[in-house]
């Protein structure tokens, strides 16, 4: 009986070795995919002058936020050397694309230079509107895809019934022409406004 039973184990363990040599399969761990990699319709180059040169324009913008002329005007001064800089010729577009975008820089640059001459921060912040207006057409023009615009508008810039427009980086609504130290408001309507339109070139 003690032989019978430990045959009995014997086989047991010898089938239980069997099932698991047969089933044990080596696993294959899938290797992660690669992230398909953002390939910028314009070169390298191209984008690093046109983000340094919007980086002037949100310096601009955040002054007029703080009611900082002297800052304002040095960052419009910064501005124009920015637009001056700016590679144009090197944005993969026809000659006549090139040409306006030419032309809309050499626009921007000459509002910039003026920016400083305008008689206090009402006139300022009239030539900024014009500025942005110039700057979001020269984006639409060179398909900038360095990063997402937005183009903000507050309905009240000007005589609290006149429209004015921004641009910025962000969603988020800081206005530039009510700013932190309006002389009836103060910071109250810092959040007037809404956007009006995004442009995103960088999924393209």
């Not at 761990?29 to 046109?50: G, R, V």
């Not at 398909?143 to 910025?168: N, T």
Request: proline content about 4%; glycine content about 6%.
């Amino acid at each position: 009986m003690k032989k019978f039973i430990l045959l009995i184990v014997v086989f047991g363990a010898a089938g239980f070795l069997a099932y698991k040599l047969l089933s044990d399969k080596p696993v294959h761990h899938s290797e992660p995919k690669d992230q398909a990699l953002h390939i910028s319709k314009n070169p390298p180059a191209f984008n690093t002058a046109f983000t340094y040169f919007m980086d002037q324009y949100f310096k601009l913008k955040d002054a007029l936020v703080q009611w900082d002329t002297l800052a304002a005007d040095q960052a419009a001064y910064g501005l124009a050397a920015k637009a001056d800089s700016l590679p144009i010729r090197l944005i993969k577009a026809d000659s006549n694309i090139v040409l306006t975008a030419q032309s809309v820089a050499a626009q921007v640059s000459g509002e910039a230079r003026s920016f400083s001459s305008e008689p206090g921060i009402e006139a300022r912040r009239k030539s900024f509107n014009e500025l942005t207006d110039a700057i979001y057409n020269l984006v639409r023009t060179v398909h900038y895809d360095g990063e997402v615009i937005y183009h903000i508008r507050c309905p009240m810039a000007f005589h609290d019934s006149e429209e004015g427009f921004w641009l910025s980086s962000t969603s988020k609504v800081v206005n530039p022409y009510l700013g932190t130290k309006h002389p009836t408001y103060g910071a109250k309507m810092l959040g007037c406004g809404e956007v009006n339109d995004s442009i995103d070139n960088t999924k393209n």
